[in-house]
């Protein structure tokens, strides 16, 4: 039985609360959110329905890319472009599932077919003119802030990324609680099992692909406004659709809000390092999170989220 | 304007590039094919390698072809630490884990590079590096002929031990069922750790040769991952012959799509090949087809 995550809520509701007054904190903040955001709509296909995306920078790309062609090209507002995003993205999920399921690419298989799209959207990106090439694309600032998106405050951004991730908890939470989260967990767990027992799998596969490319493009559309600024590097690069399944691990595949607890981890824990370690040491965050990573996949495969339950059984 | 000499320049250093990458791509088919684990740190042992192979030259003046026997049992000690530190408690874990973990040290590695070795390009100027040979209209480099010639030899060497030796008949045992195997008595530990000394220890003859031709940064091995996965799937998982096939394919057809489109769309062109031989034949492109 998934229960509401109420715990989580309150206290990303509390996070804004109290960053409110400091531009820094609000960064991290909105950056947190962000991430956290992605990485639990991934979590919905990878964790919830068994399919382990490793191109999801496609979509976040596909959301960032069209609201900032659609601003610097023909000058059009963030939120006309948002819908179309989040149908491109629609669109490029239900045709990537379409054909990955239909010809029965599962676990590793799909992962890398869809490691092979993101790439491919990466390196035409890359080369594409009209889309600034990898130089990428400078959003202009100016115009009416709720309009263009462009705020000189951080907190409307850390106001904007809340009511994303809260939605999407919410949605999560009800959907895995309905028929359609125990169709997807049937679907991870034995698919051959489910579908003999007349559970739609082609269709609650590509439901789930389609609803968390959808998530995810908006997170996208919301970085390009955030940023201001957007490359194939940051925003359809493999390492972004990397980034979404360390913080999943870290925080518990197992649980709608683990991989916001992943990145409630790491995105702080990473700031705070680039301040005490200084910018002379790059990798060094890295190190340690990937350090991390290798040992919590090893010994703990159900993510810092199940800790509180492991001990209550044991 | 596109003229034959072009295409056949294209043609040939697109079969000399491909020769280099089935010679990183074996490695990894031989170890997904024994152990069903998909390494994401491969490219990062290849990075390891060609870092040895330059300082050999850098600090010792070793000439990459005679580094290749200090390099090689470097890496195979390397693929025997990997298994008996991380893998082998990876095995019993989920895929999703397993992904996890050769991911997680496919980021370790490449930052502890960027710590130890800064971010420079670094490369070993050889004096032969400007010779070549010409093959009709078309040259091609020294280094790059003896890494070509160098991925042919090992991959027949290969093939040998697993079709001759008692060795290679239990990997491939092992590969083609697990239960079945340990059934007549063969010790999983032992072959997987052979598999992976061997998968791992083949990157020790490609990386000073490569490290002659190609700048060595820490980055340079999440290049190579990539490739070497669209070859090996595109070859069948496990298969030598196939991921020949698949390199040589892979490296025409960048080359050849780089003397028409612009570089980016080159780069895009393994992963379109890849995405068209898992739809098409996902068991490999020559993979005998099992009767059922």
């Given amino acids: ?314 | 304007m596109v003229t034959f000499d072009i295409f056949a320049q294209a043609v040939v250093s697109g079969l000399a590039n491909g020769a280099i990458y089935a010679l990183v791509a074996v490695g990894l088919t031989l170890v997904f094919g024994v152990m069903r684990i998909i390494n994401f740190a491969h490219g990062e042992f290849l990075m390891i390698a060609m870092y040895a192979g330059y300082f050999a030259w850098a600090l010792a003046g070793i000439d990459p072809v005679l580094a290749i026997f200090i390099v090689t049992p470097l890496l195979m000690l390397i693929g025997v630490l990997l298994y008996d530190g991380i893998i082998r408690r990876a095995l019993a874990a989920p895929e999703i884990n397993q992904m996890a973990v050769t991911l997680g040290l496919s980021l370790l590695l490449q930052n502890l590079a960027l710590m130890t070795f800064k971010g420079d390009n670094l490369l070993i100027p050889l004096a032969r590096a400007t010779e070549s040979i010409a093959i009709g209209p078309a040259l091609l480099q020294l280094p790059q002929a003896i890494a070509a010639l160098a991925s042919l030899l090992l991959i027949a060497a290969l093939w040998l031990v697993l079709r001759l030796t008692d060795f290679g008949i239990m990997m491939r045992a092992v590969a083609q069922s697990r239960d079945g195997a340990v059934l007549c008595g063969i010790g999983l530990g032992a072959v997987y750790r052979w598999a992976l000394c061997i998968g791992i220890g083949t990157l020790g003859i490609t990386g000073p040769l490569l490290a002659s031709t190609l700048y060595v940064n820490p980055h340079v091995g999440a290049l190579f991952t990539l490739k070497a996965f669209v070859i090996v799937i595109a070859g069948g998982l496990g298969n030598f012959g196939g991921a020949l096939l698949g390199a040589l394919l892979v490296g025409l057809a960048e080359s050849i799509a780089g003397a028409w489109f612009s570089a980016s769309i080159a780069a895009a062109v393994p992963f379109a090949l890849l995405i068209v031989a898992m739809l098409w034949r996902p068991e490999g492109l020559i993979a005998r087809r099992v009767a059922r």
């Fill in chain 1, 1 to 314: 039985m998934i229960r509401f995550p109420l715990i989580p809520v309150l206290l990303v509701v509390a996070g804004f609360a109290a960053a409110t007054q400091d531009r820094y904190l609000m960064d991290v903040f909105v950056l947190t959110c962000l991430y956290g955001t992605m990485a639990v709509a991934w979590n919905l296909a990878a964790g919830f329905t068994g399919l382990l995306s490793l191109g999801h920078s496609l979509f976040i790309g596909i959301g960032a890319y069209t609201v900032a062609y659609g601003v610097t090209a023909h000058g059009l507002s963030p939120w006309v472009m948002l819908p179309l995003a989040v149908l491109i993205a629609v669109v490029c999920a239900l045709a990537i599932g379409v054909l990955c399921f239909r010809y029965g690419l599962k676990g590793y298989y799909f992962g890398i077919a869809t490691l092979a799209f993101s790439e491919i959207a990466f390196f035409l990106v890359s080369a594409a003119v009209w889309l600034g090439r990898s130089d990428g694309m400078m959003l202009p600032a100016g115009g009416d802030p709720w309009i263009s998106l462009q705020f000189r405050a951080k907190w409307p951004y850390g106001l904007m990324i809340l009511v994303v991730l809260l939605a999407t908890l919410i949605a999560g939470w009800a959907l895995l609680r309905a028929k359609t989260g125990y169709y997807w967990r049937s679907i991870r767990d034995n698919e051959e099992a489910a579908e003999a027992l007349g559970v739609p799998i082609f269709g609650f596969k590509l439901f789930s692909f389609a609803l968390s490319a959808g998530i995810v493009a908006v997170c996208g559309a919301f970085y390009a406004c955030y940023v201001a600024f957007v490359d194939p590097r940051s925003v359809l690069g493999v390492e972004l659709s990397i980034q979404l399944l360390v913080f999943s691990i870290i925080g518990g595949m197992g649980l709608l809000w683990g991989p916001l607890l992943g990145a409630a981890i790491l995105i702080p824990a990473s700031e705070l390092l680039r301040i005490w370690i200084g910018a002379s040491f790059y990798g060094v965050n890295i190190v340690l999170y990937a350090s991390l990573l290798i040992g919590l996949a090893l010994f703990l495969p159900q993510g810092l989220g199940a800790l509180r339950w492991r001990r209550r059984v044991s």
